[in-house]
């Protein structure tokens, strides 16, 4: 399965501008960049909406932490359980 892929604020703006500056051609625009054409629409819809507020990203500061912690815990946990194998490893070379 393929993953989202996540753009940028600064990603979306510059191609809403491409699109501006091409006359309103997303599908060039989009065709050119490697978007779905509805994506592009969508983030143009916006950025029309909202000017200078448009893109402001998803989750809220909590979520964000949230998911933070939880990608921290597990390079963590990670880390303990790779030191617990090394060090099972040199005791038996050891004896």
Known sequence: MEQRRKYTQEF???AVQLTKQAGGAITQV???L?????????????????????FPGTGTPHDQELARLKRELAL????RD?????????A????
């Open 34 to 54: 490697g978007l779905n054409a509805a994506m592009l629409g969508r983030w143009c819809r916006e950025a029309g909406r909202r000017k200078h507020q448009a």
């Open 12 to 14: 979306k703006q510059e």
């Open 30 to 32: 989009a065709r050119d």
């Open 82 to 90: 790779f030191l617990k194998e090394a060090a099972a490893f040199f």
């Open 92 to 95: 038996k070379t050891s004896r």
């Open 76 to 79: 963590v946990t990670w880390e």
